[in-house]
């Protein structure tokens, strides 16, 4: 039996075994402690000013020459972060997960808990938001108390779209892709043995967009017809599928695949890395259709942008995520290894600002997950 | 292991090395879908490491990877037999996901449920004896002897 059972065929094991290798590989070396700043001895110091002095004196003329001084001034953590978050530099509120709870952050920087749930996510236009628990799908006031709630097995992935009279929420449980209705009634099976990801097409018509193994399907939940089907890449989990604000680009994004759809489900634009390095998170800057994405190569994180490939901020360690401010204007960079928020503004004059202890200021032992900054148009 | 606490790059791909295809193989034949495999054998490997900090050196890293993956691989396996009752039960097309057995063993095997596949997979795949599969499953011994049994009875029929 042991012999058997040795040589039962695995397809595609060779290939499967150095994937996994690049992964593994590349989140050890993207997980090793990041060393203390070291309080350098006085020559220790003097020289690495004056080197940094020199490079910055050399480089900093020249826009890659300012990457490089920003990617030694950065390495382990923005230097001058605030220590707490004393507001968030544009309108609109933060949802937050945080160790198994939901929090909503103001733009004054308040933050209020809003209970033991496993996600959750904003309404469309910030009324309302759509949580889980582990038998239980629940719609809440931001304020925290329940409008309604569902005995559902496992709920997740839940989404919440639509116009101001005509609201769904699409959300995965045990049996499948179920869809309701924003006031909770008419729950149904829209597809069986499907997993999150989902992404609505903003508008005012019912059209979601989730996985499918090796495909991203474009579905009528009305009607349940199949609008467009398209081939992601590489048959990864996938990590971030989301609509341009005007719904003519979808971008889907997994470990070694990141593709744009145009709205007839052809791509017109494509990331595939290699040689281990990871796409972590990608996003549309809202009202347009330009893509900023994190990579992650051994134990360096980059965001670009994606059609001219120039850096926005790179830093050492684990960048976890990437979330536009609904004015378009600010990036909010999670960086986990310093465990920082970085709001960049990429457009010019550019700034950086950083808040430190992210993790402490939600009570947390990870660091916390930035689940939607609110509300785009 | 001692090498890659410390942080040796080398030393943790030479860990890969020697557990990947065991890992990897005994997700297969528990889920019986080569994609799912990787993902659970990639994503035991990658809880590993980030615990790597925590774990006993007195302790050999095999058993406690194939705990990971088997018990990764019995709720991947159960997630999608129940999932695969959902579409019948609610009239749809079923698709079956799993990938046609092409061997005897893994045909015999597809036939039991994930959990007396996960057994069988770590008796005789990985060469543990039943305490060692009770402890690694959170099972009482006597449960892993009749998953045993039933599973092999039910393989030698179908063989």
Redesign the interface.
């Known amino acids: 039996m042991r012999r058997e059972l040795a040589q039962v065929p695995v397809p595609d094991a060779d290939a499967a075994e150095q994937r996994a290798r690049a992964v593994v590989v590349s989140a050890f070396a993207a997980q090793e402690p990041v060393p203390a700043r070291r309080r350098p001895g006085r020559l220790a110091a003097a020289l690495v000013a004056a080197v940094l002095a020199a490079i910055v004196a050399g480089a900093a003329l020249s826009p890659p020459g300012r990457a490089v001084v920003e990617r030694i001034r950065e390495a382990v953590g923005v230097e001058d972060a605030e220590p707490a978050l004393f507001r968030l530099p544009a309108p609109g509120p933060l949802l937050i997960h945080a160790e198994d709870a939901a929090w909503i952050v103001r733009p004054d920087g308040s933050r209020r808990r809003l209970g033991a749930y496993r996600e959750a996510s904003w309404s469309p236009f910030g009324r309302y938001l759509v949580a889980a628990r582990a038998n239980e799908l629940l719609a809440l006031e931001p304020g925290g108390s329940t409008r309604w709630s569902l005995a559902r097995r496992a709920p997740g992935h839940a989404r919440w779209a639509g116009t101001q009279t005509d609201t769904t929420i699409a959300y995965v449980d045990r049996t499948g892709l179920r869809v309701v209705a924003g006031d909770g009634t008419g729950d149904r099976l829209l597809s069986p043995a499907e997993d999150g990801p989902l992404a609505w097409r903003p508008g005012a018509r019912h059209e979601l967009a989730y996985v499918k193994a090796s495909e991203v399907r474009v579905q009528d939940t009305e009607s349940g017809r199949v609008l467009w089907r398209g081939n992601r890449g590489l048959n990864f989990p996938v990590l971030a599928l989301e609509w341009s604000t005007d719904g003519r680009r979808l971008l889907v994004v997994s470990a070694y695949a990141l593709r744009v759809f145009d709205e007839r489900g052809r791509v017109v634009a494509q990331d595939d890395p290699s040689d281990g390095t990871l796409e972590v998170d990608a996003a549309f800057r809202p009202g347009t259709h330009e893509v900023v994405a994190i990579r992650r190569h051994g134990s360096q994180s980059t965001v670009f942008h994606l059609r001219s490939g120039k850096p926005v901020f790179s830093g050492t360690g684990v960048f976890t995520e990437l979330e536009w401010s609904p004015d378009g204007r600010w990036l909010l960079i999670g960086w986990e290894t310093a465990d920082q928020w970085v709001f960049v503004r990429p457009a010019a004059p550019r700034r950086i600002r950083a808040v430190a202890g992210i993790s402490a200021q939600f009570d947390s032992r990870g660091f916390p997950r930035v689940e939607g900054w609110c509300c785009p148009g | 292991m001692r090498g ?1 606490q410390r ?1 040796s ?1 080398s030393d ?2 030479a860990l ?1 090395d020697a557990h ?2 065991r890992a ?2 005994a997700a ?2 528990v889920v019986h879908d ?2 799912l ?3 659970i ?2 994503e035991a ?2 809880a590993a ?2 615990n790597l900090d925590r774990f006993d050196r007195g302790r050999a890293f095999g058993p406690w990877l194939h705990r990971i993956v088997v018990n990764r691989a019995i709720d991947a396996a159960r ?2 037999s ?3 009752e ?2 019948l039960t ?1 009239g ?1 097309a079923a ?1 079956d ?1 799993r ?1 046609p057995a ?2 005897t ?2 045909a015999a ?1 597809a036939g039991l449920p994930p959990e007396q596949r996960a057994v069988v ?1 770590m008796r ?2 990985l ?1 543990y004896t039943p305490g060692e599969i009770a402890r690694a499953l959170d099972l009482p011994r006597g449960t892993v002897n009749s998953r045993l049994r039933r599973g ?1 009875d039910a393989m030698r029929s179908e063989l």
Do not use: K, N
């Open positions: 890659a942080g790059a943790l791909e890969f990947w295809p990897h193989r297969y034949l080569s994609a495999a990787e993902d054998a990639q490997f990658l490491i980030r997630a999608r129940l999932r695969r959902a579409e609610e749809a698709e996901a990938e092409d061997s063993v893994l095997l997979v005789h795949l060469g092999l």
